[in-house]
């Protein structure tokens, strides 16, 4: 997203968008680990669905054809771990990093 917004500000305007979409439940971004704060917050996040049926609501694939597609395949159950991992922690001191 980055990549295509060159001007001042935006990445403070999508870190803003990506707060929203994690307090509505949507969306999640997961920082990169390193001990060194500053390198943390200066990767990229990993967006991860909340709840996975945002994820396949939008996808052509049905049951058989995700199942046969190891690519989405494996998007989906990374996705769908990770959802069941952040919904675990909620309300905890943990935090879920990559």
Known sequence: MLGQLQDAGNTTTLAHYLNLM????????????????VRQRASSPKLLVQNTALQSAFSTHTLNSAKTDPEFWGRLSESAIG????NAIKGTDFKLVR
């Open 83 to 86: 959802a069941h991992l952040l």
């Open 22 to 37: 994690d307090g509505a439940g949507l969306i999640t971004g997961l920082s990169k680990f390193n001990r060194q704060t």
